[in-house]
């Protein structure tokens, strides 16, 4: 037996034709920079999330950057971001100069802790940094507990930023990922809910200053003609065949939302009493990008799963503390306990929108099997 862990040439077939057809229109009028499929997608963006604004760039690490050189991170900025996630949340400000800063995680959510950020703001001040921003990470594509990080960010002068690369689509209290902080940066990477055939990013925002200014800086701080440059960008776009692969995808992406939702409840259904399932916190709608659970004997439960031919991962091996290249992070004085604790328990599920039922209930007895032995 072979299982994809994410089944890209299902979805393929799924969409059918169309997909092709949307590949060969761009190849045959040759606009493949900033074609009219990149101005469409950004379009049905705005349209599906409710954001103002949406500028697409080149993958989600550069729409955390270029959100961070809207607002001019420079060197002494602290920019507060979850120890537990994906190392470009991080990455993208180092490159600035800007201060990462390390927060916990709630071990519930895998979530920004609030109380750990409360702790790393008044931890910065002391160390001489200026808090300027705080990125939560919608981790496994559930939305982070945004109506408490702006409560804290209000009183303490912090912009907002959803690094939602995982959770395109998801909601929180009825309002969609793209319209819960300042600024909202996503990724079209192939195995993300929403994902291209290449690379690929978006930002999302509401002001409409700092959109044209993005815009500007994803085409070298382009003017208004082009080669007049006024301010200093990078080379940041996403390519007009992503686009249009995009758009055929988006049309399909309510349905497979829909879908991953039910496949996220069989599994919850199949393993309850087993294994400690996904906890979603109050009146989140997850995308899940992943079906993560904590698991005690994970290493060992793993080897078993793998044997008997059922694909999973381990995101993420190491908290952001623990990567030699971030060592020079602060971290939060009350310490990142919950993530360091994390990297040795979380184990991804095979998960996608066109898992076969049998093939899911293979994998919820082969779990099992390999928790009880
Ligand atoms: C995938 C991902 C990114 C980076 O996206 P790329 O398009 O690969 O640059 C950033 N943050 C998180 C949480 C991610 O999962």
């Excluded at 077939?13 to 040759?30: F, H, M, N």
């Excluded at 979380?346 to 093939?359: C, D, K």
Aim: glycine share 8%.
């Amino acid at each position: 037996m072979s299982i994809p862990f994410i089944d890209l040439q299902a979805q393929r077939k799924a969409l059918g034709p169309l997909l092709d057809e949307a590949i060969k229109r761009v190849l045959e009028r040759g606009d493949f920079i900033q074609g009219r499929e990149v101005h469409d997608f950004e379009e049905a963006l705005s349209l599906f999330t409710g954001a103002a604004n949406a500028i697409t760039c080149g993958n989600g690490t550069d729409a955390l950057t270029l959100v961070g050189m809207a607002e001019g991170l420079a060197k002494g900025d602290a920019v507060f971001v979850p120890a537990f996630t994906f190392v470009a949340t991080a990455e993208a400000f180092s490159v600035l100069g800007a201060t990462p800063y390390l927060v916990d995680v709630d071990p519930r959510t895998f979530n920004m802790s609030v109380d750990s950020l409360k702790q790393a703001i008044a931890d910065s001040i002391l160390a001489n940094l200026t808090p300027r921003m705080v990125v939560a990470v919608d981790l496994f594509g559930q939305p982070a507990e945004y109506n408490a990080i702006k409560k804290v960010s209000e009183e303490n002068g912090l912009t907002v930023v959803a690094d939602a690369a995982q959770a395109f689509g998801a909601s929180l209290f009825g309002k969609k990922v793209g319209t819960l902080a300042d600024y909202t940066t996503l990724s079209f990477f192939p195995a993300k809910p929403l994902g291209c055939y290449g690379d690929g990013g978006a930002i999302l925002t509401d002001i409409d200053s700092k959109a044209q200014l993005i815009r500007s800086l994803t085409q070298h701080g382009k003017g208004s003609e082009k080669y007049d440059n006024v301010n200093i960008g990078l080379n940041s776009r996403l390519d007009t065949i992503q686009a249009a692969i995009l758009l055929e995808k988006l049309k399909i992406f309510d349905s497979e939302l829909r879908s991953r939702n039910l496949i996220a409840n069989r599994y919850n259904s199949g393993l309850d009493g087993i294994v400690e399932t996904p906890f979603l916190s109050n009146g989140a709608v997850s995308n899940w990008a992943q079906y993560t659970l904590k698991l005690e004997r994970r290493d060992e439960i793993q080897s078993r799963l793998k044997l008997a031919g059922v694909p999973t991962a381990v995101y993420y091996p190491k908290s952001l503390n623990q990567q030699m290249g971030y060592l020079p992070c602060p971290v939060v004085s009350t310490g990142v306990p919950v993530s360091e604790k994390l990297g040795g328990q979380v184990l991804s599920l095979p998960m996608h929108a066109y898992l076969p039922v049998q093939t899911q209930q293979k994998i919820v007895e082969l779990l099992i099997d390999a928790v009880c032995q």
